[in-house]
């Protein structure tokens, strides 16, 4: 068993939420900067322009690209070789969002409890996190600070497999048209396919997190990925909800064997400020 110490893994996932706060991806930043060029309405240009500029500035000056630093939301890949010593995983995790977020001014945004007391942690702990055990001897990081403006525009629907492939479309698209300016577009809309419900969640989570401009290995999907792009982006809701074409910046499928009466639906929709980052030890 190969030896991973608390401390390491504290570290590296402190680092992590800092970079993702104050850093957008790059295959972001060049999808921003193509819209520009061929986005058609004026407003929806000084838009981008101005999310572009802002995102420099984060970057150059190490400060949250947006106020909202999100919930923190971590994908693990636990080795199964691994052997985590020096303290407790979990606490691990959880030590370096507190400090991340207390060291680096990033806004504490999470409650307690989400229906009484709702009262502030202030230290923007108890982290989300979704482990997998694999095979091999290392730990694998993504994580992605989580904003609510998006999230609150997620929706989930059991569709009968009847409704094939249109009633996904329909859905998908009838849930950013709701959804408006509310979710900060140009948005990332992650869908997940099949499963049970909360399989379906994981799923398009992890949509969203996909860089923008990879599709689906699956042919069929990485067209129904490109066709549902280009409806949402003739709904006109255009960039921060002013009118225009760039609505999406992608549409990222995933799916996953379900039950031969299902078809779980799940659209988790993601902001412009598209934050993740990933590390392995
Ligand atoms: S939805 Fe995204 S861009 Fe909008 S306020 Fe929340 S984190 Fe910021």
Partial sequence: MREIHFDIIRQTVKELFLKANYIIGDDIIVKLKESVQTEESESGKVILEQIIK????????????????GLAV????????????GGDFNEAINQAVREAYIEGYLRKSVVDDPLFDRKNTNDNTPAIIHLEIVPGDKIHF???????????????????????????????????????????????????IGGTVEKAALLAKKATLRRVGEHNKDPRYARLEKEVLEK?????????????????????IEYFP????????????????????????
Wanted: overall charge positive.
């Fill in 74 to 85: 971590l994908f693990v890949k636990l080795g199964q070789e691994a052997k985590v010593v």
């Fill in 142 to 192: 993504l994580v992605t600070p989580k904003g609510f403006g998006s999230e609150n525009m997620s929706a989930l629907k059991m569709l009968k497999p009847a409704d094939g492939i249109e009633g996904v479309k329909e859905f998908i698209v009838e849930t950013v048209k709701k959804a408006g300016p509310n979710p900060c577009p140009p948005i990332v809309v992650g869908v997940g």
């Fill in 258 to 281: 379900t039950h031969i009466a299902g078809l779980p639906v799940v659209v988790n929709i993601c902001c412009h400020a598209a934050r993740h980052a990933e590390a392995e030890i």
């Fill in 54 to 69: 802002n995102n420099e500035i984060a970057k150059n000056e190490r400060i949250a690209a947006c106020q909202d630093t």
């Fill in 232 to 252: 949402i982006n003739r709904l006109g809701i255009g960039p921060a909800g002013l009118g225009g074409r760039t609505t999406a910046l992608a549409v990222n």
